[in-house]
């Protein structure tokens, strides 16, 4: 069975399923699907809801609209779900920043994710990359944590934004290799790339998913990943566990939820 499809009929029944509280009279969906983006475009989970989103087109014969809505780390996106219409048609790309980080670290943040969404599925786990550009002095995590211990605070990294998952991941990398490195908020991971491309930060740290096609395309180079294991998508890179910091492993995660029922 192919599994976009099967992936597909998984998210469909998902969305009928009487826990959700939304099961409809007549066959869902009957009217357009929004699905909230709460990060710009470009990011991974953009990427991944409107290449979804059209295949959900074609197999619900109804309209899937992806819209952004970036700020405060993801939290104004999932904001707008929380207070969303009940019904069904109102959803948001959940991922671990809006939904596990920012309520934690951001007095801003009004939503409780444990009261005001109905979870609906995971669907993906995304390990986070550190990336520097394709001629960069870094060849390894080695020489990049060397540098930072010699030059303390000179260095920088660039994430998609405060309390994102990338830069928790960041935080996590200095505090696990003990090193002073300046972080330098983004809004959204496209900025930082055009940056990094154009030498004025060292280094990205973001999802893998996002890195690829710069890797691809040979202008960028991937030192480390995050997770405990290799990535499928970039098998040479080593883990960050490997480069000596033991027991590093962080996944960040993508899924669908919806207003509270």
């Not at 290449?51 to 087109?57: D, F, I, K, N, Y």
């Not at 994710?113 to 993906?124: G, Q």
């Not at 660039?158 to 002073?180: I, M, P, R, W, Y």
């Not at 890797?215 to 883990?239: C, E, F, G, H, Y």
């Amino acid at each position: 069975m192919n599994p976009c499809r099967s992936l597909l009929a998984l998210l469909a029944c998902s969305m009928l399923s009487p826990v959700t509280g939304w099961a409809q009279a007549a066959p869902y969906p009957t009217q357009p699907v929004t699905i909230i983006v709460p990060f710009p475009p470009g990011n991974s989970g953009d990427v991944l809801w409107r290449t979804l989103g059209a295949s959900l087109s074609k197999e619900w014969g109804k309209p899937v609209v992806v819209e952004n809505r970036p700020g405060i780390g993801g939290a104004l996106g999932a904001q707008q779900v929380a207070r969303a219409n009940p019904d069904g048609y109102t959803l948001l790309h959940g991922s671990s920043g809006p939904i596990a980080i920012s309520p934690q670290i951001n007095k801003s943040v009004t939503y409780d994710p444990r009261k005001d969404f109905t979870p609906i599925m995971l669907v993906a786990g995304v390990s986070q990359a550190i990336v520097v550009r394709a001629d960069s002095r870094f060849n390894t995590i080695q020489e990049l944590i060397a540098a930072a211990k010699a030059n303390p605070g000179k260095l920088n990294y660039g994430s998609g934004g405060n309390g994102s998952t990338q830069h928790l991941t960041g935080e996590l990398f200095k505090q696990s290799a003990k090193v002073d490195i300046t972080h330098v908020p983004y809004k959204g991971a496209a900025p930082a790339y055009t940056d990094l491309l154009g030498g004025q930060i060292d280094m990205v740290v973001d999802s893998i998913s996002t890195a690829v096609p710069y890797v691809q395309s040979k202008q960028l180079r991937v030192l480390a990943v995050s997770t405990a294991q290799r990535d499928p998508a970039v098998p040479d890179a080593p883990t960050l566990a490997e480069s000596g910091l033991a027991g590093f492993d962080v996944l960040g995660w993508m899924g669908l939820v919806g207003p509270p029922i």
